[in-house]
T-cell receptor, first 112, second 113 residues
């Protein structure tokens, strides 16, 4: 079946540090891939997405590239801010119109 | 901007009570979902719907039930609340079709005493 594996947190970084959160997936066919962010006390918000191999999704300084050869969709940001402290979820959607499959989430804390 | 609304945001209630968590969306989405989120933040799909009069159980066994009488409304009901039901419940919706992102409400944090 389909699955998503994210690096375990928590991840603690200093402000302006480089961020990478690893995400790999297992899927039949060619899924679409998503990153969601959850700020404290809120629901999940779509951060970025990519629908086919080699696509790069980007938003708010975050980027992720759909790598079919390594079945990965790692999230990166060049310079994190305290306001980026949140939980990040990687997810996939297969072509069968079924609900999204989410990873377990990675908590990021950025300290000033 | 939140086009999907959950009420109440917080609920503390005693064991044995009947509870209904409300979820409404104004985007005309056919698909709606309920997730239970544990303290470790992992999401567990408990129910979903592909449209009016359609409901399906998710991956996590749940004692709750859902109904979908109107497109915009997808309430979740616990007939007799227990302390094991204490959790955060998130509602989401999406357009019908492949590759559509889900839009989430802000959640209901439920505590059963």
């Amino acid at each position: 079946g389909n699955s998503v594996t994210q690096m375990e947190g928590p991840v603690t970084l200093s402000e302006e540090a480089f961020l990478t959160i690893n995400c790999t997936y297992t899927a039949t066919g060619y899924p679409s891939l998503f990153w969601y962010v959850q700020y404290p006390g809120e629901g999940l918000q779509l951060l970025l997405k990519a629908t086919k191999a080699d696509d790069k999704g980007s938003n708010k300084g975050f980027e992720a590239t759909y790598r079919k050869e390594t079945t990965s969709f790692h999230l990166e940001k060049g310079s994190v801010q305290v306001s980026d402290s949140a939980v990040y979820f990687c997810a996939l959607s297969d072509r069968g119109n079924t609900p999204l499959v989410f990873g377990k989430g990675t908590r990021l804390s950025v300290i000033a | 901007e939140a086009d999907i609304y959950q009420t109440p945001r917080y609920l503390v209630i005693g064991t044995g009570k009947k509870i209904t968590l409300e979820c409404s969306q104004t985007m005309g989405h056919d698909k709606m979902y309920w997730y239970q989120q544990d303290p470790g933040m992992e999401l567990h799909l408990i129910h979903y719907s592909y449209g009016v009069n359609s409901t399906e159980k998710g991956d996590l066994s749940s004692e709750s039930t859902v109904s979908r009488i109107r497109t915009e409304h997808f309430p979740l009901t616990l007939e007799s609340a227990r302390p094991s039901h204490t959790s955060q419940y998130l509602c989401a919706s999406s357009e019908y079709g492949n590759n559509q992102p889900q839009h989430f409400g802000d959640g209901t944090r439920l505590s059963i005493l």
